[in-house]
């Protein structure tokens, strides 16, 4: 008699975050329909996402949320909570999985350790390529990111398999870790939740979207000056955008909105949930930018966002970096360079004269994120590999 299968993710949030959430939540969402026998999300946090958001509902309610910051005596105090509760989490007479989401580093690999002398199996899920990360935010963030970069090297010794996001990745891991199975995941979609219908401005002014970290890695720079030489032309437009950065990256995004004289057209909605952020993709919107700049960080990996953008069937304007070409091409999507604020400017004085050519880049590009970024077509392979390459 088969086993019935055991999954913590552990130790992003499934129910609070940005792009790495959404990932795990697609990955949850059909291994239900899958019917997998237990799922839940031991999180670690370094402030309580739970008392932050209150009553919002859980989109996955087997969940515990282990706060170990700021104080030492906190600290300390979780890795005690923390190991009881995968000790906890297991269960007898089933195949136990660790899905590894993030990187393993100085805060927890002491507890990827503790798992598998439970009897885990452990599956890390691999976006990033560190070797591509050369500026860090501060000293903290850069001892994290070498402790990160020493588990790297080591990863087989932690892991029984690997799923990755991008081709850069996949042959990275391949030849790094040839032993290793790997499964290869790029972005998904759930197409069932991104349903909606464009209701434009009464004004038909272009509603312009832009969400993520604030970053420089975002390029969110080169689509304000971008916006900026739209404006001098004239052309009415608003910009919607989603997300949080630094309190240091914050300042100077308002400071590059002041200096472009763009205070009156800027909606800055902050850290959006899951339901906020649909609704504004499938209702609020116009046009998507997907702007990251040239950089090896950037072109190892893929933005999560951007199958969703697609998917929403509507213009969007995406950077020319990583796997974005081997999907894309200039009917499905306003290509521009890596940087290049006159590129992004044409393509949205495009977007605006043009509308019903716009409209059909934007109708092909959904057709793009369905054939390639539907997580359906991945959820019975990825189950698959857990179940038969993971457990041999």
């Known amino acids: ?16 975050g940005l792009a790495g959430t959404n990932r795990l939540q697609n990955i949850i969402y059909f291994l239900k329909k899958e019917n997998t026998d237990s799922i839940s999300n031991i999180a ?40 009881w509760y995968i000790l906890k989490s297991r269960k007898k007479k089933s195949k136990n999985l660790i899905y590894f989401y993030g990187e393993v580093d100085i805060k927890n690999f002491f507890f990827v350790i503790w798992a598998r002398l439970l009897g885990f199996r452990i599956v890390i899920d691999v976006v990033e390529d560190l070797d591509a990360v050369h500026k860090f935010r501060s000293f903290k963030n850069k001892i994290k990111y070498k402790s990160a970069v020493f588990f790297r090297k080591r990863l087989n010794r932690f892991a029984d398999g690997f799923v990755v996001v991008s081709t850069h990745l996949s042959t990275k891991f391949s030849d790094k870790f040839p032993d290793s199975p790997q499964f290869f ?4 979609i759930n197409k069932d939740l991104l349903n909606g219908e464009s209701k434009p401005s ?9 969400s993520g970290s604030f970053n420089e890695k975002d390029g969110l720079p080169y689509l304000i000056q971008g916006l900026k030489k739209v404006k001098d032309q004239g052309k009415k437009f608003k910009l919607v955008l989603s997300g949080k950065g630094t309190d240091k990256e914050m300042i100077n995004f308002w400071n590059e909105v002041e200096n472009c004289g763009l ?21 609020e919107v116009n ?17 999560f966002k951007l199958g969703e953008f697609l998917a929403t069937g509507k213009p969007v304007i995406a950077s020319k ?51 390639y970024f539907d997580h359906q077509q991945y959820s019975t392979g990825l189950k698959n590999f857990i179940t038969n390459k993971i457990w041999l």
């Open 263 to 283: 205070k009156s057209e800027v909606d800055y909605r902050g850290f959006l949930n899951r339901s906020s952020y649909v609704n504004i993709l499938a209702n």
């Open 202 to 210: 009464p004004d038909q002014t272009l509603v312009v979207f832009y």
């Open 44 to 83: 670690l946090e370094d402030k309580s996402k739970l008392f932050e958001k209150g009553n919002e509902e859980l989109f996955l309610k087997n969940y515990k949320e282990i706060y170990y910051a700021p104080s030492i005596g906190k600290f300390i105090k979780h890795i005690f909570t923390t190991s």
């Open 1 to 16: 008699m088969e086993r019935p299968l055991n999954i913590v993710f552990f130790p992003t949030s499934v129910n609070f």
């Open 287 to 303: 046009v998507l930018c997907m702007t990251r700049i040239n950089s090896a960080f950037a072109n190892a990996g893929f933005p």
């Open 321 to 371: 970096i990583g796997d974005v070409e081997k999907y894309l091409s200039k009917n499905d999507a306003f290509l521009v360079e890596p940087e290049n604020e006159e590129q992004i400017k044409a393509a949205l004085i495009d977007i605006i004269e043009n509308p019903d050519a716009a409209r059909q880049v934007g109708i092909n590009g959904k057709k793009v994120a369905m054939a």
């Open 185 to 188: 995941l790029p972005v998904t």
